[in-house]
């Protein structure tokens, strides 16, 4: 399988623990996005690396929340201190970031907070 | 500010209809892309097409087609024939450009859940 993977894909956690979600882009792609789903919403955008630097971050991105892509290639997303509004899909997608410019979805994890 | 509208919250047509799911996009970029993803029941996004703001041409593939208006900010998406296997949730995203021309973020419409019967 080529394409986008993450892991975990289910992850149920006390409030106030922290999580950590990886990441595997399309071997060849070099940037990297991370988004979080809500019930009945679209995708919101949190934050991107083109190779190991982070180029933007939402400012739903609060301080609880960071993301690392530390070789250029997997990235982990950590929220820390969860909270049950962090209770959401979280999705990862890569691009490559020259002459295409679609993103590839992985299958998301599914974080629920209790 | 980017936004992307989709105002149709569900559709619901029977087996072999025509259906368009209707997307409205804001944007001041004078560059910028179009998407269509599908997100079935199982979950992953799945990418449907591309367009950028200076190709008006209409698109057709298979049984899908898009309608992109500049004139009306509108980029249309026809699923002729429809199939149960259509039934999905469909969303519309708009990107600008930044770092040499390649698209940053997505911006995503509130999706359209299409229900085709059988």
């Known amino acids: 399988d080529t394409g986008v993977s993450q892991d975990p894909r289910h992850k149920i956690t006390k409030r106030g623990q922290n999580v950590t979600f990886r990441c595997d882009p399309i071997?060849?792609?070099?940037?990297l996005y991370w988004y979080r789903q809500t019930l009945g919403q679209g995708p919101e955008f949190l934050t991107y690396?083109?190779?190991?630097?982070?180029?933007?971050k939402s400012r739903l991105l609060s301080d609880r929340f960071s993301a690392e892509r530390p070789k250029g290639s997997f990235s982990t997303l950590e929220i820390q201190r969860t909270e049950q509004g962090d209770s959401a899909m979280y999705l990862c997608?890569?691009?490559?970031?020259?002459?295409?410019?679609?993103?590839?979805f992985g299958p998301g994890t599914r974080l629920t907070v209790t | 500010a980017q936004k992307v509208t989709q105002a149709q919250t569900e559709i619901s047509v029977v087996e072999k209809e025509d259906v368009t799911l209707d997307c409205v996009y804001e944007?001041?970029?004078?560059?910028?892309?179009l998407f269509w993803y599908k997100q079935p029941p199982s979950g992953e996004l799945v990418f449907l097409i591309r367009?950028?703001?200076?190709?008006?041409q209409n698109e057709i593939s298979g049984r899908y087609s898009w309608n992109f208006q500049k004139s009306t900010s509108s980029f249309n998406f026809t699923i002729t024939a429809s199939q149960v296997v259509d039934s999905a949730v469909y969303f519309c995203?708009?990107?600008?450009?930044?770092?040499?021309?390649?698209?940053?973020?997505?911006?995503f419409g509130t999706g359209t859940l299409l229900a085709v019967q059988p």
């Open positions: 997608a890569s691009s490559l970031s020259l002459d295409a410019y679609e993103q590839y």
């Open positions: 071997s060849e792609h070099n940037r």
């Open positions: 690396f083109q190779n190991e630097a982070q180029l933007e």
């Open positions: 944007t001041r970029d004078t560059t910028y892309y």
């Open positions: 367009r950028n703001s200076f190709d008006e």
């Open positions: 995203a708009l990107s600008g450009t930044n770092y040499g021309g390649a698209t940053n973020k997505l911006i």
